[in-house]
């Protein structure tokens, strides 16, 4: 595992900065950062975005900061206030693509279209320009004779909102716009064709975000200047890497990164499939934490509830096979959005002319022998389709992950045992890293899984929902305290410093949403009435989507109605059954409306959802308290996301991205400070203390914080208590809230903290050590941290 030479953060604290909360906003910030007891402050990226981004992953210029983000000068500011504070600054960057929505923005981006091959900046995107007749593709055309609606204009081809420039010499003759069109390096074509005729990579399967090839030197340099800058001149003290899966070869990346920035600290957004390692070779600190996120919640869940809920999504008509499932979804994806990928890997592999693709696969060797010039394109296509398809976790880093591809392979052959010919040609290919095809196999698995998994099963499978979370398993129903402590010992033992996190800006469901929604897994026949009662009542044509909207508003509760009715039309659009971004259902859609309006104006809707929010409010409460004590003591660097030191009920992007009351924040903690132990309530002032009080032992103590040893309590209720000791500090959190209270609470559940005295950091409340009664200890909160008595606290 790599390490960092530089300072490593005790925790941080995610800012999305955005125009409205820019740089300068960030340095006000500070002082109140330092007060909660974060360490660091973590910003999302700054290089200049499309005009009104606000995520800024779609970098237009790697040359200098965001304008609208507060430019330079707003960096200078909120780096010397943040480390006059005494917090380091980690910055988020985007080393996979860039933005191209706006052409004339993206200086590389115009310099292609206007050049071609020739362009200096050609080969800094990954364009297969022979399947393109030499030409860039651009997918933007409506319906129609849409070229009759192209426009010259000054020295630029015009199609409504979209410019491109015209090519030296190709205008001067008085030719009509179409006829200059076809003369440009660029060709403009409807935007459905992109499933199948895109030959530039892009992220995903979006086609204003195109892949660059930060393999190449000049590119790297090119696009790391001003951040390799940020780094040494003192500016940013660590990076967190967007995306490596889309790269070429990310440990070379992570390597040259690292001898940029003089081994400082850095993590890489890599999403880990159940027990995946990431690899140690890498120079990094770790993940970003969203295989921690799964742990935190599923040690929440009841397995008691699986069989209910899986019989209920059955009842209702949905899937409960979630292998079944994905098998689908991410073969619908690779048919589909990203067809053009899967097309791009036969041409690189098998086409029968030297193309470039062809040329960089090194494959003329094995062609020899295995005589593939003669094979079906379309049945090579189908083979590798359904490699993608069936390869199990995001990517393979050959030679490392080979076992991941072959298990691919043999899934692919017993499925489709008339395709056993095409994928053992092409399991050949794909097992050599020196062939440009298993490079780019390795750089597409990820983009299938995640528009497959992600954004599509995630949304239609509805059992329990707090469990479609990126980096989850949702057939991994609960987690067992041995479960849950193996995990923490594993990571304190091999990446003591990667991020852990509850909330970030691409969750599906804020935290505290996740954790009333757990609640149902100790409460199953409830919810089977409640759902039954929503669709008599409420109905509007798709029970297994009602499952997942009407959880999401339990969650969410009290949740406007715009954000819920933004929220239901696009899950409903990436679950694409009943509606798709592509050919929506009006009708449906009319009628989903309708069914969210009815919460907030029909009176036997709104009183349902009322009531049994009411009721889980005590026990979606404990478990927000105690997933978020877990996260901020357990091993690793926590995070919290802007605005999750309260109640944290955000749905997915953009609602996670709103803006944050920070004045009630600041008010709220002055209060706690000043002596105020808040009830358990709606203001979340209780949350607020548990992440202040934990923050700051972390940071004023962390010799508290260097160890995992698991504590058992003993008792009745013992199973309802997660402990454990970090070298000083003692963490407890109780799990599984309504089955406590059905027995009757604590009861004779005791708990052997050792012998010295110790005192409740977050009541404040002092006991002798040895075996304790664990109702006394969490006599206030379901939550408690243990220190010496004694030591500062």
């Known amino acids: 595992m790599g390490g960092a030479e530089g300072r490593v953060p005790v925790s941080t604290y995610r800012v999305q900065v955005t125009g409205a909360f820019d740089l300068h906003s960030v340095a006000e910030l500070t002082d109140y950062l330092a007060d909660l007891g974060a360490d660091w402050v973590y910003l999302s990226p700054l290089l200049e975005a499309e005009p009104g981004s606000d995520h800024g992953y779609d970098v237009i210029s790697h040359d200098r900061v965001d304008p609208a983000r507060g430019g330079d000068e707003g960096l200078v500011e909120a780096a010397t206030a943040a480390h006059g504070k005494g ?14 929505a706006t052409p004339a923005r993206n200086a590389w981006w115009w310099d292609v279209l206007a050049h071609g091959r020739d362009s200096r900046y050609a080969e800094a995107f990954d364009i297969d320009w022979d399947f393109g007749g030499g030409r860039l593709r651009i997918p933007v055309l409506g319906d129609g004779d849409a070229l009759a609606d192209l ?83 003192g500016l940013v003290d660590g990076l967190r890497i967007d995306h490596p899966d889309g790269l070429a070869d990310p440990k070379r990346y992570l390597d040259d990164l690292a001898a940029a920035i003089g081994g400082r600290y850095v993590l890489v957004e890599k999403i880990l499939e159940g027990d995946e390692a990431l690899p140690d070779d890498w120079a990094t600190s ?11 919640d599923r040690v929440l869940i009841d397995p008691a509830g699986e069989a209910p809920l899986t019989a209920l999504a059955a009842r209702l008509g949905g899937p409960t096979d979630w292998t079944a499932l994905i098998h689908d979804t991410k073969r619908e994806v690779a048919d589909g959005i990203l067809h053009a990928e899967v097309l791009r890997l036969v041409r690189t592999a098998w086409a029968p002319s030297a193309g470039s693709d062809a040329t960089r696969s090194g494959v003329a060797a094995v062609r020899g022998e295995d005589a593939t010039e003669g094979s079906d394109p379309g049945r090579l296509a189908d083979a590798v389709g359904e490699l993608l398809t069936c390869f199990p976790v995001y990517r393979s880093y050959l030679p490392r992950g080979v076992e991941q591809l072959d298990a691919a392979v043999a899934d692919s ?39 497959g998994v992600e954004d599509s099963a995630f949304y239609r499978s509805t059992r329990l929902t ?52 757990d609640v149902l897994s100790e409460a199953p026949a409830e919810w089977a009435e409640t759902i039954d009662a929503l669709e008599r009542i409420n109905g509007f044509g798709d029970p297994t989507f009602a499952n997942l909207l009407w959880q999401a508003t339990i969650g969410a509760w009290p949740i406007e109605r ?27 859609e009319t009628a989903l409306r309708a069914a969210v309006d ?10 349902l959802i009322a009531s049994v929010s009411t009721r889980l409010d005590p026990a979606g409460w404990s478990n927000g308290l105690s997933m978020k004590l877990l ?66 032992l972390r940071r004023d103590r962390p010799e508290l914080f260097t160890a995992y040893t698991p504590l058992r309590a003993s008792g009745a209720a013992a199973d309802h208590l997660v402990a454990f000791d970090r070298g000083g500090a003692i963490a407890l959190a109780t799990r599984l809230p309504v089955g406590l209270a059905e027995r009757g609470g604590w009861g004779d559940a005791v708990l052997d903290v050792g012998s010295a005295p110790v005192r409740d950091v977050l009541s404040d409340r002092a006991f002798d050590g040895g075996v304790l009664r664990v109702t006394d200890l969490l006599e206030h909160y379901p939550v408690a941290l243990l220190i010496e008595e004694g030591g500062k606290p």
Do not use: C
């Open 631 to 696: 996260q901020l003591a357990a091993p690793g660097v926590p995070d919290v996301y802007q605005g999750s030191e309260l109640w944290e009920r955000s749905l997915v992007d953009p609602d996670n991205r709103r803006p944050v009351d920070y004045a009630r924040r600041r008010r709220l903690l002055r209060e706690i400070d000043e002596g105020a132990l808040p009830d358990i309530d709606e203001t979340g002032a209780a949350k607020l203390l548990v992440v202040a009080k934990t923050l700051r």
């Open 562 to 588: 715009d954000r819920l009715q933004a929220y239901a039309v696009k899950a409903s659009k990436e679950a694409g059954v009943s509606t798709t971004w592509t050919d929506p259902d009006e009708a449906f």
């Open 598 to 607: 009815a919460v907030y104006d029909d009176d036997r809707v709104a009183g």
């Open 87 to 100: 917090l380091g600054v980690l910055v988020d960057i985007v080393p996979n693509h860039m933005g191209v």
């Open 466 to 517: 707090s469990l479609t979370e990126v980096g989850g398993e949702p057939d991994d129903f609960a987690a067992s305290l041995d479960r849950f402590h193996e995990r923490q010992d594993t990571r304190q033992a091999g990446w003591p410093a990667a991020m852990t996190t509850l909330t970030t800006h691409d969750t599906k469901r804020g935290e505290d949403v996740r954790a009333r929604i």
């Open 413 to 451: 052959t017993a499925r489709r045992p008339d395709l056993a010919e095409e994928l053992r040609l092409a399991a050949r290919l794909l097992r050599d890293p020196s062939t440009a095809v298993a490079q780019r196999f390795q750089q597409t698995s990820g983009m299938v899984m995640a528009k």
């Open 151 to 233: 426009e010259l204009r000054d020295d630029r081809l015009v199609y409504f909102d979209n410019e491109y420039p015209i090519a030296a010499g190709t205008a001067d003759d008085g030719a009509d716009a179409r006829t200059v069109h076809d003369r440009q390096h660029y060709e403009l074509m409807h935007w459905r064709r992109a499933d199948d005729d895109l030959n530039y990579r892009r992220f995903f399967a979006v086609n204003t975000l195109a892949g660059i090839r930060v393999e190449l030197p000049q590119v790297f340099e090119e696009s790391h200047r001003a951040i390799v800058g940020w780094v040494r001149d």
């Open 286 to 296: 770790g993940t970003t934490g969203y295989d921690a996120l799964g742990d935190f």
